[in-house]
């Protein structure tokens, strides 16, 4: 089946740090890879995607890149924020019959220091 | 634009209760409609999706049920609620054969 792996955190860092969150995937076929960002008592916000291999997902400072030989699309960002303290969803999609639900990982805690 | 609503925003049910959830979108036509459970410590899972109007499709075995009596009307139900259906509720949209969804605020539901 399909599935996705990601770090779950809580992830600590200061503020201006580098960000990086891991996900893999195993899927069967070709995805479509998202990350969507979740803040406290919200619905999910799409962050960015990317459909194909070594396509480059870039929103808000935020960047990830369709690995096809590593099966991976880690999240970076170079200087993060206590505004993008959230908590971080890596998801992946196979369209089969005009619809399909999101693979979700487990999400990750990303908080924020000043 | 397109928007999505949720409601209510949360809930606090007795077990063996009935529920209704609804979620509506507005600025787009046909959209495919989901239902996602987000339970602590479960991540996100996919309850129903649908194509259309009274095509409903379940992917996980359960005492909810859900149902689109308009085409951007999705309701999710329930007839007796178990303290296991706590859970953030979230419905999600994307346009025909697109891979992207857009997520409503959720319903947050307490089944004490």
């Known amino acids: 089946g399909n599935s996705v792996t990601q770090m779950e955190g809580p992830v600590t860092l200061s503020e201006e740090a580098f960000l990086t969150i891991n996900c893999t995937y195993t899927?069967?076929?070709?995805?479509?890879l998202f990350w969507y960002v979740q803040y406290p008592g919200e619905g999910l916000q799409l962050l960015l995607k990317?459909?194909?291999?070594?396509d480059k997902g870039s929103n808000k400072g935020f960047e990830a890149t369709y690995r096809k030989e590593t099966t991976s699309f880690h999240l970076e960002k170079g200087s993060v924020q206590v505004s993008d303290s959230a908590v971080y969803f890596c998801?992946?999609?196979?369209?089969?019959?005009?619809?399909?639900?999101?693979?979700f990982g487990k999400g990750t805690h990303l908080i924020i220091q000043p | 634009s397109q928007t999505i609503h949720q409601w209510p925003a949360t809930l606090v049910q007795p077990v063996g209760s009935p529920l209704s959830l609804e979620c509506t979108v507005e600025?787009?036509?046909?959209?495919?409609l989901y239902w996602y459970r987000q339970a602590a410590g479960r991540g996100l899972q996919l309850l129903f999706y649908?194509?259309?109007?009274?095509?409903i499709s379940s992917e996980v075995p359960q005492n909810l049920s859900a149902s689109r009596p308009q085409d951007r009307q999705f309701i999710l139900s329930s007839k007796k609620l178990l303290l296991s259906d706590s859970g953030f509720y979230l419905c999600?949209?994307?346009?025909?054969?697109?891979?992207?969804?857009?997520f409503g605020p959720g319903t947050r539901l307490t089944v004490l």
């Open positions: 600025g787009t036509s046909n959209p495919n």
């Open positions: 649908s194509v259309g109007i009274g095509q």
């Open positions: 899927a069967t076929g070709y995805p479509s």
């Open positions: 999600a949209w994307s346009p025909p054969g697109a891979d992207t969804q857009y």
């Open positions: 990317a459909t194909k291999a070594d």
């Open positions: 998801a992946l999609s196979l369209l089969r019959g005009g619809a399909d639900g999101l693979t």
